[in-house]
């Protein structure tokens, strides 16, 4: 095979995987195709091909990373070169430097101590009432004054702009609301336009405090990191609450971990097997003025957050979707992509069909083995074939 040859079979348009190896064998061998042997050494420039377009045009692993700018926004984070470009760009990025630094993140910050604060208390005493005056419509009385309240001056500290859309589709008690994942801020966002039951693992330290406070006022839904694990314990708590029309609709993000904003990644099945309405949100924002895609790999909590309120500002809008329920005959897996692709679409988001679970994993073996049996295939079927002539 010539050179030629290798460079118009890596060139050429993608085919099925049995016209592109066929048309391998063509170019490398004068025999004809019949009488060729099971295994040839030209079919691994097929996958070496897919290797290539695959790292070349990956669409997995980037949407893991912080979205790239068309403009600098004034944030070292955003570019480490560019204020060094000229002397304005310098004096106004010193500028703002001490604008975000020295007046907002200590305002900000105060803000969120504030509001994180008079959650723990209110919640608290809350939890003290009487039973009866506490346990029904939980989205219109004290609870939910409280809730909005606090979550509202922690808006504030991250000096978010939120534009909500198609309020009449705003998810309701007994139903599940889910949301695209972009930042842990996303709880904040949605809970300060209304209230929701928190579905989470039990944490220890300053977020076990506030879990422990809330729940007090409120029906969330708490598990210890051994029940995490057992879909069935996790599925029939969410099934519970959901039968109970007086509770707040819960609040699930399906992808199971934060993706940059840019594409919607492979909804979990699990909170679309229990059969209650589905009521979709996407959650759209503008990096210009900052970046609220959460990479955990690379900061913790705190340096995130810190980061978050040293930017000029948390732009996002909100789209509250119509509730969606499952068809007949429809699956929890398809019903979840059907979901997905309606949350994208709004979005204006990638719909992916990849699994987010790769953001710390490696591809299953799954993945592999259908490509191996693709081939397997093709090489028995020829076979089989050669056999019947």
Not at 15 to 42: C, P, V, Y
Not at 165 to 181: F, L, Q, T
Not at 202 to 225: N, Y
Request: proline share 3%; glycine share 8%; hydrophobic share 40%.
């Amino acid at each position: 095979m010539s050179p030629w040859d290798i460079a118009a079979i890596i060139a050429k348009e993608p085919t099925s995987l049995e016209e592109e190896i066929n048309e391998i064998r063509r170019r490398g061998s004068n025999r004809d195709l019949d009488s060729a042997s099971e295994f040839e050494m030209s079919d691994i420039f097929y996958f070496c091909r897919r290797g290539v377009e695959s790292i070349m045009d990956d669409e997995v692993t980037k949407r893991f990373s912080a979205e790239e700018l068309e403009s600098w926004n004034l944030l070292t984070r955003s570019n480490y070169n560019f204020q060094h470009i000229s002397l304005r760009l310098t004096v106004l990025w010193g500028l703002g430097v001490v604008i975000r630094y020295g007046f907002l993140l200590p305002l900000r910050v105060t803000l969120a101590f504030t509001g994180v604060g008079l959650l723990v208390v209110l919640t608290s005493i809350i939890g003290f009432l009487p039973n009866g005056s506490r346990n029904s419509n939980y989205g219109s009385n004290d609870i939910g004054v409280v809730h909005l309240m606090c979550y509202r001056i922690c808006v504030r500290a991250l000096t978010a702009i939120i534009t909500y859309h198609d309020s009449e589709n705003k998810p309701k008690n007994g139903g599940i609301c889910v949301a695209n994942h972009t930042s842990p801020i996303d709880v904040i966002i949605l809970a300060s336009d209304g209230c929701y039951a928190m579905v989470g693992q039990i944490h220890g330290g300053l977020m076990g405090v506030i879990q422990k406070s809330m729940v007090k006022a409120c029906p969330h839904i708490w598990f210890e990191r051994s029940e995490v694990k057992d879909r069935h314990l996790v599925a029939k708590r969410l099934s519970d609450h959901v039968e109970d029309t007086t509770k707040l609709p819960i609040l699930i993000f399906p992808e199971g971990t934060c993706i940059n904003n840019t594409s919607v990644m492979m909804f979990k099945k699990g909170s679309f097997e229990i059969g209650s309405t589905v009521y979709p949100v996407a959650i759209k924002y503008d990096p210009r003025f900052g970046d609220a895609f959460w990479n955990s790999s690379q900061f913790g909590m705190v340096n995130y957050l810190l980061r978050m309120m040293s930017s000029w500002a948390i732009v996002c809008s909100v789209w509250y979707l119509p509730p969606m329920t499952r068809e007949e005959g429809e699956d929890a897996v398809q019903f979840a992509s059907r979901v997905k692709a309606a949350i994208a679409r709004q979005g204006g988001l990638v719909d992916l069909l990849w699994d987010g679970g790769l953001k710390r994993g490696k591809v299953k073996d799954t993945f592999k083995e259908e490509q191996q049996k693709l081939y397997s295939k093709m090489l028995v079927g020829t076979q089989e074939d050669r056999s019947r002539s």
